[in-house]
């Protein structure tokens, strides 16, 4: 494990938050719950921090009320072999109120940026071919789900189906 874990600041939801994303992701766990006690500043009971594990990263969540709001300047990226993973992560990432974005990213429901990229896009577009590698990029940015079959078709010089 390493020394450094991002602190994600959830407003009151931070148990949904949570569970949600110990669900979504392989090899992942909680490993500690606090709550609050007398000393506030929120209701006794309430929880105040979880720590979790999301395949091998050490996050923490605070349950530190409305003053803080997740911003793009920060986000997760998600890596991926296949359109089945990308779809997956993508589908239940934007459900119940999530946001799609340009070029892999979107917001999930608590207002968390995400990145979910296929390994294949570094592939196509670290190519030497630097024709190759800017059709990949330019059929990359007309997407907000990354679809690997469009951006193959596009390293190919091939027309969108």
Request: glycine share 8%; with cysteine.
């Amino acid at each position: 494990m390493s020394n450094i874990a991002p602190c994600l600041w959830f407003d009151d939801r931070i148990e949904e938050a949570v569970n949600f994303y110990v669900s979504l992701f392989p090899n992942a766990k909680i490993l500690s719950r606090s709550t609050y006690d007398d000393a506030g500043p929120m209701e006794k009971g309430k929880v105040m921090v979880m720590t979790f594990e999301l395949d091998g990263v050490e996050f923490m969540a605070l349950n530190g009320g409305p003053r803080f709001k997740f911003t793009e300047a920060v986000s997760f990226l998600v890596k991926c072999e296949t359109q089945e993973d990308v779809d997956r992560y993508w589908n239940a990432l934007i459900a119940d109120g999530g946001a799609e974005s340009m070029c892999g990213w979107l917001k999930d429901r608590f207002g968390l940026s995400w990145q979910i990229i296929p390994n294949e896009l570094g592939k196509l577009m670290g190519d030497k071919d630097k024709e190759k590698a800017n059709r990949v990029m330019q059929a990359m940015l007309k997407m907000q789900k990354i679809d690997i079959a469009e951006l193959q078709r596009a390293y190919d010089g091939k027309a969108a189906a």
